[in-house]
């Protein structure tokens, strides 16, 4: 009863607020409330209040939810309330009722918009006529709801639907129906199967304890002797319980439990636990009085918050994010807004702050070594020769070379004359020419041997390389950033690259068009890159979601543009405050040896080098990624929270 007063007390002051107001009917007393029904109708949805006797009847709307509120005076519920399935039945969201005043039965009609109704008071009846396009839906009576509820399914019926034995000892109830917005109760093994995750991360003690056909009352006094905390029943909750449970937290095997009895705790002021049934809970929720709280969010953002905080709202609950003053305000019902304000207070907690500080070494190491010999064997008579050239000693023309007006030299021409035709009958000549094609780029030693060997010449060239490149890169990028919040600092250059489409365009006449190319320009980011996101754990360590990346672009070696080469690590890590983490290590060798020369004589032991030309190219790079986190904040709230 103080319930239904304390509605009445909130209904009665914003009364006044009514955009619309119908009397009909007398000022009879004797008059009954014996049912609700929803159905469809052409272009329309009915209402119908089964009334017996007189009444008089008051509508009127109000907004902020949609509602429609109908005033039976003169009467008296007979029946129970029975709870809405929660469907929307063409605009009709919800539908709740209860003994308003002795003798006022209120009616609330929770609508998605406010729309044009009619009320209509016929015999036995008071029909609540309001417009809508959805005609397509399940008619729903309370009366129906209220007799499927007896007698009780079979045991046989009840194993097949899937639902938990009903409570024994007592009248059976309308609470024992399954609606969709209570959902089946679930059996022990179910529950504890969806909260496996809970139970190993529980601090709770832990209980193991078998029960055959034991009373609630027993189970529920077993669970508070070895807890130690207080635990009441609600009046009329009876059942037993068959089930065993093993190595379980005693608060999850409690729930387990309860919820295979359609039951539910509350924690009552002083940490007193409350045992009371799922349905009566929720017809409680529906007639009491909703409320609306104003909580000021002082770290997180107001809008983070509202999917976390609607998960635990009852049906009439509410909550909106005020970007403004970074604000959550609130609308539940009177008994769970305190609930609901102490939960958003433990998500707005004062996180630490983490800086990261990360170093990307990278060294690139390339060895060149490049050895080769080249030969020419010829005479005096051999002028075709590639390595060395040797003129014609029959062309020599004299030369003044002392400037004196008398020859005093023989100057060779070079080879022989394109217009002359030259045949030597002297003999027989050896020429030879080993790797002439063969060439070291740009060679750090040349070196020249000329020998003569009878009327032969000898001449050999030796060409030596050796190279080191080296690159020892080292990045040192640090950031600081909140707790589970990603950070990430981006040093380095954006790259311009030409991408030119061929298809792009087509000009001239049909059928003998040609392609005009056309590019464009895309930009590539490189450089170094670092994205992390931090977690405090609870002992202090630090557990890192990490993205480190270090890019660069180089030419091609042929004409398309360029390489970019790339080097990143992606990993999970735990350590602790100021540790130093290997997140990434690689090492990568490439050795290519060439070798080319005269056959057979290239492949002889040691001697054979002295025949060709060998070059041996070895690349090495090491990419090594640490990281160091460090706690720059602490946990402790400030004081005034």
């Known amino acids: 009863m103080k319930v239904i007063l304390r509605l009445a007390m909130v209904l009665a002051i914003v009364a006044p607020r009514a955009l619309a107001g119908t009397t009909i009917g007398s000022t009879g007393r004797d008059g009954e409330v014996r049912g609700v029904s929803v159905l469809p109708a052409s272009g329309k949805v009915d209402i119908v209040i089964d009334v017996q006797g007189d009444a008089q009847v008051t509508d009127f709307t109000l907004a902020n939810p949609a509602r429609l509120v109908i005033d039976l005076t003169g009467v008296r519920l007979a029946a129970p309330a029975t709870l809405y399935d929660g469907l929307n039945r063409g605009g009709v969201k919800n539908i709740r009722y209860a003994q308003f005043k002795p003798d006022v039965v209120r009616v609330v009609i929770d609508l998605d918009a406010l729309k044009d109704y009619q009320v209509e008071h016929v015999a036995g009846q008071v029909r609540v006529h309001i417009g809508t396009e959805r005609t397509s839906f399940a008619a729903w009576s309370s009366a129906t709801v209220t007799a499927a509820a007896v007698p009780p399914p079979r045991k046989a019926e009840r194993a097949s639907a899937g639902e938990a034995p009903p409570v024994t000892g007592g009248p059976q109830r309308a609470a024992r129906v399954t609606t969709p917005t209570l959902g089946r109760s679930l059996s022990i093994e179910e529950y504890l199967a969806m909260h496996r995750a809970d139970a190993l991360q529980s601090q709770a003690p832990r209980i193991t304890v078998q029960w055959d056909n034991a009373s609630i009352e027993d189970v529920v006094a077993g669970f508070a002797a070895f807890s130690g905390r207080t635990i009441i029943l609600s009046k009329d909750i009876k ?169 005093d030299a023989l100057v060779p021409q070079s080879n022989f004359p394109a217009n002359q035709n030259i045949v030597d009958l002297g003999g027989n000549s050896l020429s030879a020419l080993g790797n002439a094609s063969q060439e070291v780029v740009n060679p750090a030693l040349n070196l020249i041997f000329s020998t003569a060997i009878g009327n032969f010449d000898l001449t050999a060239f030796v060409q030596a390389l050796q190279r080191i490149e080296l690159a020892d890169i080292q990045a040192e990028p640090t950031i600081t950033t909140l707790d589970n919040r990603q950070a990430e600092i981006l040093v380095g250059d954006r790259v311009p690259i030409r991408i030119i489409d061929v298809s792009a365009v087509s000009t001239g006449t049909a059928g003998g068009g040609t392609a005009v190319p056309r590019a464009t320009v895309q930009f590539q980011q490189t450089g170094i890159n670092l994205r992390v996101t931090p977690h405090v754990t609870n002992n202090r360590q630090i557990l890192m979601e990490v993205h480190a990346e270090r890019s660069n672009v180089r030419p091609a070696a042929v004409d398309i543009g360029f390489t970019f080469q790339t080097q990143q690590a992606d990993n999970q890590i735990l350590v602790s405050d100021g540790e130093t983490a290997v997140i990434g290590g690689l090492t990568v060798t490439e050795v290519t040896v060439t070798k080319s020369g005269i056959p057979f004589l290239v492949d002889l032991p040691i001697l054979g080098k002295l025949f060709g030309f060998t070059s041996q190219t070895e690349n090495r790079r090491d990419l090594l990624i640490l990281i160091t986190p460090h706690i720059i904040d602490d946990l402790v709230a400030p004081t005034g929270q």
């Open 239 to 407: 059942g037993n319980v068959t089930a065993e449970i093993k190595n379980q937290p005693w608060d999850l095997a409690l729930n387990a439990v309860l919820e295979s009895q359609g039951l539910a705790v509350q924690t009552l002021p002083g940490g007193i636990l409350n045992v009371v049934s799922k349905i009566e809970l929720a017809r409680a929720d529906s007639t009491v009085p909703i409320t609306t709280r104003l909580v000021r969010i002082n770290y997180a953002k107001a809008t983070s918050l509202v999917p976390s905080v609607q998960s635990i709202l009852s049906k009439r609950g509410q909550a909106v994010a005020d970007s403004t003053s970074n604000s959550l305000v609130i609308t539940e019902v009177s008994s769970r807004i305190e609930d609901v304000v102490e939960f958003v207070k433990g998500l707005d907690l004062r996180t630490p702050q983490v800086s990261i500080q990360a170093k990307i070494i990278f060294v690139d190491r390339t060895d060149v070594e490049e050895l080769g010999v080249k030969y020419d064997l010829g005479s005096a008579t051999q002028f075709f020769n590639q390595l060395v050239q040797r003129p014609d000693p029959r062309t020599a023309k004299p030369v003044d070379t002392n400037l004196d007006g008398i020859p």
